[in-house]
């Protein structure tokens, strides 16, 4: 078993928090809300308007999300579905645990897995960065899901 912090459109409320209850892909099971203790630059960009976390830790803000504990099978497929080793890379990351959960806390903070990216565009570095992922958000970046785009 494993914690992972999602951030983006995993998160539930948005487009593919539906795999993480999808039985077929593994198990999974939400913990709690947390927080990332150090910033990072979590930014909209590419033509699907995908959510990206930079691996620059001190750069951007405290990027909110929510950690789950997910068996192998999930584990599997998680690294499957976020492009992982190329797209995204699976790293620690150090939380803040906001609410909810009590095992693994070390003085309200944990460590989980989370997936970020160190193979980007220079120019992301310039693009607004955001504290928290809504894929319905008001920022006017409509995230397409994979089913939709189209395949070359």
Known sequence: ???IFVYGTL???????YRMLDITNGKAKFLSCARTVE????II???YNIPFLLNVPGSGQHVQGEIYIVDDQMLKFLDWFE???QMYQRTRVLLEVEQ???EGRVDGT???FF???TTYEANWLQKQTFDSYDAYGDHGLHYVAREARDSD
């Open 1 to 3: 078993m494993a914690h």
């Open 11 to 17: 998160k539930r409320g948005q487009p593919n928090h």
């Open 39 to 42: 910033k990072y630059p979590l």
């Open 45 to 47: 960009a590419g033509e």
């Open 83 to 85: 492009g992982c080793p």
């Open 100 to 102: 909810g959960f009590e």
């Open 110 to 112: 944990m460590e989980a």
């Open 115 to 117: 997936y970020s990216t």
